[in-house]
């Protein structure tokens, strides 16, 4: 299996995402402008997805890579800050944890609610110098990239020899039934039950975008295909419920 642009599931998942956007090259400009206009509702939308359970989550999946005080943490596509919060809880100073996204508005929620330094950059193009990273992080984001393979590769520019990164991210389980509970809950359930709550047509639309790239997106054995095509190495997943992914993989010494 070679890079995303030789795996069909992975050329897939970089496709169109049916109804949203008709021309591929929109792609990132679609993402910024949903991320924009949805970012007020974010942090609540997240609460709702996984039932409170988000931060608990973050945090160990975090600790369970090694992140651990003084290191210097890139959390990139960091949104309003969920996972660098749980970054910054490890690693201690506030000076070492960066966040970088694309969204002004989800990074101005990040800077409000941590005070942390925020680059407004995409994950293709990090203004940041080779080797400084002991951790690059990126949550549920792997999924809206334009461009994985140079992602990837500008993560592992910025890690130092023997850095890792940390990849969160969702697929759609693979066994039928648990695929139908998933589609009903996360596609039906709570796109409803954001708009409900926060009357805001926009926490709808960020919720059935969601569903629509899990549903899209690449299974684990092919993510991890791609990370070791793209350098990386002791590249390991767990996985949760068939849902929930937790990809780890080191830069050569
Ligand atoms: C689902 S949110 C995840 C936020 C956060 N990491 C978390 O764990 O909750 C995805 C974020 O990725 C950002 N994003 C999407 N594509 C990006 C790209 N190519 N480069 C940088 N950020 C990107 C969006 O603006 C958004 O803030």
Redesign the pocket.
Known sequence: MSNVEGSPDAARSQALVDGYYTDPERR?SF??DM?NRSAQH?DLV?QLFSLGS?AWY?RFCLRQAGVGPGMLVV??????????REALALAGDRSTVIG????EA?LAIAQRNLGIPVIQ????ALPLVPGIADFVT????LR???DLNT?LGEALRILRPGGAIVL?EMSAPRNKFARMLATLFIGLVLPGLSLLITRDARARTLMQY?WQTILNYMPPDVVMHVMRDNGFDSVTCKSYLDLFHHYIGRKPL
């Open positions: 990132p993402v910024r991320f974010y997240n988000g973050r959390d990139v596509a960091t949104g309003t800050g969920l996972l660098a970088a996204d694309v969204s989800m950059a995409t994950a293709e990126m949550g549920y984001a809206h990239m334009a992602a969160l969601h």
